[in-house]
Nanobody, 124 residues
Framework: QVQLVESGGGLVQTGGSLRLPCAAP????????MGWFRKAPGKEREFVAA????????GYADSVKGRFTISRDVAKTTVYLQMNSLRPDDTAVYYC?????????????????WGQGTQVTVSS
C-alpha cells in the first residue's frame, strides 16, 4: 500500500502560478511511475501529466502543455506539478497517483494508489 499526500493547492488569480508537491510519508517513490489528474465539478477525472519512474520521460494533456511541468526530485521522494499561466478552467481538485507498472501512464484505471486531492481555484 502506498499512501500519497498532496499539498500546495489554493486560490490564485488568472495568470498566476502554483506548485503542487506529492509525497509518500515514510517511503520513496523511486520505483513508481507517477501521474497527476484533476476533477472539476460535473466533469470526469481527467489526465493532466505523468512522469516515468526515473524521471526521464514525461507526458501532458494538450490543455496544459507548455504551462504545466511535472518533475520529481533527485531523492525520488516527491513529485511536483508546477502550474503556470493558470486559467479559470484549470479550477479543480488535483490528485496525484502512483503505479508500479508502465512508463508514462495516462490512463487513470492503471493507477492503484491515489492521494486525497488538493483544491486549486483560479479566479478570473
Amino acid at each position: 500500500q502506498v499512501q500519497l499526500v498532496e499539498s500546495g493547492g489554493g486560490l490564485v488569480q488568472t495568470g498566476g502560478s502554483l506548485r503542487l508537491p506529492c509525497a509518500a510519508p515514510g517511503r520513496t517513490l523511486s520505483s513508481y511511475a507517477m501521474g497527476w489528474f484533476r476533477k472539476a465539478p460535473g466533469k470526469e477525472r481527467e489526465f493532466v501529466a505523468a512522469i516515468s519512474w526515473n524521471g526521464g520521460n514525461t507526458g501532458y494533456a494538450d490543455s496544459v502543455k507548455g504551462r504545466f511541468t511535472i518533475s520529481r526530485d533527485v531523492a525520488k521522494t516527491t513529485v511536483y506539478l508546477q502550474m503556470n499561466s493558470l486559467r479559470p478552467d484549470d479550477t479543480a481538485v488535483y490528485y496525484c497517483a502512483a503505479t508500479g507498472y508502465g512508463n508514462v501512464v495516462r490512463i487513470k484505471q492503471s493507477y492503484p494508489y491515489w492521494g486525497q486531492g488538493t483544491q486549486v481555484t483560479v479566479s478570473s
